[in-house]
């Protein structure tokens, strides 16, 4: 990326906007207001009278639910101002003519719905209401209660009430000193619901036809205002999108200048191009506006043979030189603003180059995992191709199961395909990757829907695979030793996070690299090499050393480190194999560089058993299915401490083939009879879209919190600022 400067006269700068609005390349710089002479700009004339047209412009896209579907390319006729009025008049029309009518449908759904007590009632509305010698009050509520409380009361006396399911008509005479609601004073403390009568002589029936009917002819209405919506629509939608797209790019261009740094006579842009396109962008101001204009390539921001990133300065000339070694900040400072003043372009706006993206197809998807934290800086690793390579990985480990796995492909598939959002649609490639991995280790694992059965078919003849989860009794050594696989999950990803933070370093020198980052190195791998070491071996858990051996669950052959040697440390009189030297030379190098940080050396060892959150997931999940599935196929336990499901077998099977070896532990409710065997079908559907969506909320958490926490932490710092290019893709206007 390049920063450019683009200076001139404030008469050629409209023109300068809106070729580079055209061009659609350069990332504008925002002037903070330091050079001394210079403001920012103001909006172009006209700036608010455009923003206020594509206000209405989109306020009338909104009710006319217009998308950019709905038209094709084309052009702006002459007029257009006019053209935009008449549909804003006759939309507002319509759309105030609607809401006046949904208003009045609204008042006479509350009028059908206040009615509907008294036509349970079944008394003619005329004779609730208009009485002076006796109070009438319609309630709904418990009728003893009622009748209980009027008839203690000193102000009625005699009353009747009629009841209509739980709505209750009450007529009473009050006594001559009795108030002016003397059923209302009666009933205060009962749990009733107070009817206001209608104002009508009809019957309730009658009363609800004329409001169904009124109600009708209200929809009618409503729907003719739709149509009449729906063809404007159909008529205008092209011309507003295009007015839209037109405006915008108005109001961009107007709305420029605020990021400019300007006097009375002169401006000065600054921005970031992709190098290029810098030889384009010079050519088309030239012809725009010849030599009116002084364009300046300042700096060049590029990565060096190792990755690392770099600012060169460009000799241009008129570019201020440096400031002399014996000069003061103060006075270096004095000369680039007076420079800056005069013309010249020492002094730049200072900020850093944008950002692009810029993956491999397959790992683009995991861009919005890395946006959510924060979009990379120019300067430093995009982690993006490393979260493709780690993220499905430990989400198929936790998982496992090739059922659940392409059910998470499948819903991946429908969110790329058919949700139209850049952010779904990444996510859903995301679950493609996840699912894909999880069917992956579905097969090395043996299971579908957590059953095992695809052990049987696919390795037949392979005396290692399938893997065994660990919830048998029998293979316990599998669940601790998923464990330790976790552990070396989890160092090996973290050196690359350290590995990618000494790359950074090295920008700043090959010794800050080596005291910052090498010591972390050493650190880890030497106190983890000496856990696996046989050195204190007898105090160290067994299955360090059993999950690789011969006779353990993974079987390498690996019993240990042994034969590292023994040094003794000078003047202290003790002796260290060579691990834990290796992790006391990284932490005095660590005090050293970063005395701070010293406090957290034990973090080696705390991050990478945070990894063990994965085998406890495996395992969880794995359990989880187990319970789903023993509830409706039942189980035993043959005497070798196998679990097998009685998915083809009755219960009696197992007593008949084992004897008194082999237990039952749960009959399943397949086999308990038909009510039972439809209420396990629900059970056993619902169990796995439970374990379904709980490997998302537990297994992708848990695999983002290992990334962003214990990986991102290593190396990574974000907070960069995404390329956007000053102009708008042109989607509706062919000709501008």
């Not at 003619?124 to 009050?137: A, F, H, I, P, W």
């Not at 418990?142 to 203690?152: H, Q, T």
């Not at 405006?247 to 300007?262: H, K, N, S, Y």
């Not at 390539?297 to 008129?318: P, S």
């Amino acid at each position: 990326m390049s920063k450019v400067s683009v200076t001139g006269s404030r008469g050629v700068m409209p023109t300068v906007i809106e070729t580079i609005h055209g061009l659609n390349l350069v990332h504008l710089s925002d002037y903070d207001g330091s050079w001394e002479g210079f403001d920012n700009g103001n909006p172009i004339a006209g700036a608010d009278q455009a923003s206020e047209k594509l206000v209405t412009v989109r306020a009338l896209q909104s009710t006319l639910d217009v998308s950019a579907d709905d038209a094709e390319p084309g052009s702006i006729d002459e007029g257009w101002e006019a053209r935009l009025e008449e549909i804003r008049t006759r939309v507002n029309e319509l759309d105030d003519r609607r809401g006046e009518v949904t208003n009045e449908l609204r008042q006479v759904d509350e009028k059908i719905d206040r009615v509907a007590p008294f036509a349970e009632l079944g008394i003619d509305l005329d004779l609730l209401s208009g009485y002076e010698s006796v109070d009438v009050v319609v309630v709904e509520g418990n009728v003893d209660a009622i009748d209980e409380a009027v008839g203690a009361s000193d102000e009625v006396r005699a009353f009747e009430t009629f009841t209509g399911g739980d709505v209750v008509a009450v007529v009473a005479a009050p006594t001559e000193d009795a108030g002016e609601t003397p059923i209302d004073d009666a009933l205060v403390g009962v749990d009733v619901t107070r009817h206001e009568v209608p104002e009508t002589e009809q019957s309730p029936e009658a009363y609800v036809a004329d409001l169904e009917d009124e109600k009708q002819s209200l929809e009618t209405r409503r729907d003719e205002i739709d149509t009449e919506l729906e063809e404007i629509k159909q008529a205008e939608a092209d011309f507003l999108l295009r007015v839209e797209e037109h405006l915008t790019m108005e109001v961009q261009q107007a709305e420029a200048p605020l990021q400019f740094a300007t006097t009375d006579r002169a401006f000065v842009a600054e921005g970031w191009i992709p190098t290029g396109d810098y030889d384009r962008l010079v050519a088309a101001l030239t012809d725009a506006v010849g030599d009116s204009v002084e364009i300046e390539e300042l700096e060049r921001a590029d990565y060096d043979r190792h990755g690392a990133h770099a600012h060169t300065e460009t000799d241009l000339e008129g570019t201020q030189p440096a400031a002399d070694e014996d000069e003061s900040p103060a006075e270096a400072d004095d000369q680039q603003q007076k420079a800056v003043t005069d013309g010249g372009s020492a002094v730049t706006m200072g900020d850093e180059p944008p950002t692009v993206q810029d993956n491999p197809g397959p790992a683009k998807p995991f861009e919005v995992l890395v946006q959510a934290v924060s979009m990379p800086k120019y300067s430093e690793f995009d982690p993006t191709i490393f979260l493709f390579l780690t993220f499905p990985l430990f989400f198929g480990f936790m998982i496992g199961d090739a059922g659940y796995g392409i059910i998470y492909m499948a819903i991946g598939g429908y969110m790329v395909t058919q949700v139209d959002n850049d952010a779904i649609s990444s996510l859903g490639g995301v679950a493609v990757w996840a699912g894909l991995f999880t069917t992956i280790f579905g097969f090395v694992y043996g299971e579908i829907f957590g059953l095992h059965v695809l052990g049987a078919v696919v390795w037949s003849n392979v005396e290692l695979l399938p893997l065994n989860k660990g919830l048998e009794p029998a293979a316990a050594d599998f669940a601790l030793g998923w464990m330790v696989i976790s552990v070396l999950a989890g160092i090996f990803h973290l050196n690359i996070g350290y590995i990618l933070d000494f790359f950074e370093n090295l920008s700043h020198g090959f010794k800050d690299a080596l005291f910052h980052s090498g010591s972390w190195i050493l650190m880890i791998n030497g106190i983890w090499i000496w856990i696996f070491s046989t050195q204190g071996q007898a105090t160290k858990p067994d299955f360090l050393f059993e999950t690789f051996a011969s006779g353990g669950p993974f079987p390498i052959g690996f019993t240990g480190f042994s034969g590292l040697g023994l040094f003794t440390v000078p003047g202290l009189g003790f002796e260290l194999t060579a691990p834990l030297l290796m992790f006391l030379i990284g932490l005095v190098m660590l005090i050293v560089s970063e005395p701070v940080e010293a406090v957290e050396a034990l973090d080696v060892v705390v991050n990478v058993i945070s990894y063990t959150r994965m085998g406890a997931v495996l395992l969880a999940k794995a359990g989880m299915a187990f319970v789903v599935n023993l509830l409706f196929f039942g189980a035993y336990e043959d005497p070798n401490g196998e679990f097998h499901f009685l998915r083809t077998h009755e219960p009696s099977y197992v007593a008949e083939h084992y004897g008194e070896g082999a237990e039952v532990v749960f009959n399943g409710l397949m086999h308990s009879g038909t009510a039972a065997l439809l209420g396990g079908l629900v059970i056993l559907v619902l169990g796995h879209v439970v374990v379904l969506a709980l490997g998302v909320t537990s297994a992708g958490l848990q695999a983002v919190r290992l990334e962003y926490v214990e990986f991102f932490n290593k190396f990574y710092e974000g907070g960069g600022e995404n390329y956007e290019p000053f102009g708008t893709d042109r989607n509706h206007i062919e000709d501008y």
